[in-house]
Structure formats: structure tokens, C-alpha cells
């Protein structure tokens, strides 16, 4: 993202879908987290049931939402990359670079819920939604695997945010405001966020939901 520092030329980067899919995403990732360590599997699963709908509404929102959600307008090539690392990258929204990471961070979760999916808890009550589609050992390898796995996560949520730090202390750029109100003080000549439709972030949200509940219904997702 291009920045500036003159006041008063503050423009809409960041739709509001697109801020609340983000904030949503740290608090639901962090209740898996504690509700892991504290062995309540059965909100465990409920949040991760919560990140999947999330994840999937992205993904339509990514196709069908305001100019800096899609996808065909921040997943960029290995030239502009390096336009970006050598300083003569112009845009709005996700950075060539940042754009990788948020890809990355994606499907890692995406591994990380697909997994959840799959498991058990330790006394084999507890089932994923879709544990029922795979023998009980494997559902348990699956299991160690996703609590595994969350480290992985973890650690590329950490150079997620060491990234953020680097740019507002070394670079003077505050990623986190924008995320926040969703405009930012850019040059003059960058065209703003063209916005998406209101009721299509609606429709990509029931899909969402009833893609989810979907994948439950097969079989009983919280118990025998």
C-alpha cells in the first residue's frame, strides 16, 4: 500500500466484510486455541465450525466483492513482487508481498480446520464432523496431526504480526489503522476501493452458512 503523509487524503481501502472476516478471525482462531488448552472440545469444535463458514464466505467474497477483497486484484506474479521489493510497486490494498502472506495464512488455516474435521477427542466421544469417514485410528493420527499442525500456524501467525510491527516502526506505515476505520492516508493519485454490494456480501454469507451446515449434516458433528 502506497502511503502519505498528508492529512486530509484519506481514502477507502478496506470494505467493511472485508474488516470484520479479518477481526472475527483473530478472535475465533484465539478462542480455538483456548478452548484447546483448556479441553472444552465441544465450543472447540462450534469455533472451528465458525473459522470454516468464515473461511468460506472469504473465498466468495474474494470473487465476488469490493476491488481490494478479489483475489484477481491483489494475487500477484513474481514481477510484481520484485516492483514491490525494489520500491516501484503502486497500488491499493494488499502489497504484492503481503498478498503471499495472506494466501499462506489462508490455507494454512484451511489445512488446520480441514484437519479439526476429522478428529476426535481422547476418549473417542467427542467427533468431528467428518471423522465418521475414516476409521478410528486414523481419526486419531488426524488428531495429533491437527494439534500439531496449530503450531505451524502459530508460527506464521507470529511473522504475520512481526511483519506489521516491521512496517509501523521501521517504515512508518500503520497497517493496523486502516484495518480498523478501512481508509488510509494514500497518494493523491490511487484510486480508491470500488465497494462491493451489500447484498452480495449477504448471499456469500448464507452460502457460507449453508455450505457449513452441509458438511454437518452428514453425520452427528458433537457426539457418538
Same mark, same amino acid.
Given at each position: 500500500?502506497?502511503?502519505?503523509?498528508?492529512?486530509?487524503?484519506?481514502?477507502?481501502?478496506?470494505?467493511?466484510?472485508?474488516?470484520?472476516?479479518?477481526?472475527?478471525?483473530?478472535?475465533?482462531?484465539?478462542?480455538?486455541?483456548?478452548?484447546?488448552?483448556?479441553?472444552?472440545?465441544? %465450543?472447540?469444535?462450534? *469455533?472451528? /465450525? #465458525?473459522?470454516?463458514? $468464515?473461511?468460506?464466505?472469504?473465498?466468495?467474497? &474474494? +470473487? =465476488?466483492?469490493?476491488?481490494?477483497?478479489?483475489?484477481?486484484?491483489?494475487?500477484?506474479?513474481?514481477?510484481?513482487?520484485?516492483?514491490?521489493?525494489?520500491?516501484?510497486?503502486?497500488?491499493?490494498?494488499?502489497?504484492? %508481498?503481503?498478498?503471499? *502472506?495472506? /494466501? #499462506?495464512?489462508?490455507? $494454512?488455516?484451511?489445512?488446520?480446520?480441514?484437519? &479439526? +474435521? =476429522?478428529?476426535?477427542?481422547?476418549?473417542?466421544?467427542?467427533?468431528?464432523?467428518?471423522?465418521?469417514?475414516?476409521?478410528?485410528?486414523?481419526?486419531?493420527?488426524?488428531?495429533?496431526?491437527?494439534?500439531?499442525?496449530?503450531?505451524?500456524?502459530?508460527?506464521?501467525?507470529?511473522?504475520?504480526?512481526?511483519?506489521?510491527?516491521?512496517?509501523?516502526?521501521?517504515?512508518?506505515?500503520?497497517?493496523?489503522?486502516?484495518?480498523?476505520?478501512?481508509?488510509?492516508?494514500?497518494?493523491?493519485?490511487?484510486?480508491?476501493?470500488?465497494?462491493?454490494?451489500?447484498?452480495?456480501?449477504?448471499?456469500?454469507?448464507?452460502?457460507?452458512?449453508?455450505?457449513?451446515?452441509?458438511?454437518?449434516?452428514?453425520?452427528?458433528?458433537?457426539?457418538?
Amino acid at each position: 500500500m502506497v502511503t502519505t503523509e498528508a492529512p486530509g487524503q484519506k481514502i477507502a481501502v478496506w470494505d467493511l466484510p472485508t474488516r470484520l472476516f479479518h477481526w472475527l478471525l483473530v478472535a475465533l482462531i484465539a478462542l480455538c486455541w483456548w478452548t484447546g488448552e483448556k479441553h472444552q472440545y465441544d %465450543l472447540h469444535l462450534w *469455533s472451528g /465450525v #465458525a473459522v470454516l463458514s $468464515l473461511l468460506v464466505f472469504r473465498l466468495l467474497w &474474494g +470473487l =465476488f466483492g469490493s476491488s481490494t477483497a478479489r483475489f484477481a486484484n491483489f494475487v500477484r506474479g513474481p514481477a510484481a513482487v520484485r516492483a514491490y521489493l525494489a520500491g516501484t510497486w503502486r497500488g491499493i490494498g494488499h502489497s504484492p %508481498l503481503g498478498a503471499l *502472506s495472506v /494466501v #499462506a495464512l489462508m490455507g $494454512l488455516v484451511g489445512i488446520e480446520v480441514g484437519l &479439526g +474435521l =476429522f478428529a476426535t477427542d481422547e476418549d473417542g466421544l467427542l467427533l468431528g464432523p467428518l471423522s465418521g469417514l475414516v476409521s478410528m485410528g486414523a481419526s486419531s493420527d488426524i488428531t495429533e496431526i491437527h494439534e500439531k499442525f496449530f503450531d505451524v500456524l502459530l508460527v506464521f501467525i507470529g511473522l504475520h504480526v512481526a511483519a506489521v510491527l516491521f512496517y509501523w516502526i521501521a517504515r512508518k506505515q500503520n497497517l493496523i489503522g486502516p484495518m480498523v476505520t478501512g481508509k488510509a492516508a494514500l497518494d493523491p493519485d490511487i484510486v480508491p476501493m470500488r465497494p462491493g454490494k451489500w447484498w452480495v456480501a449477504v448471499l456469500c454469507l448464507v452460502a457460507a452458512i449453508a455450505f457449513t451446515r452441509w458438511i454437518i449434516a452428514g453425520a452427528p458433528p458433537f457426539g457418538p
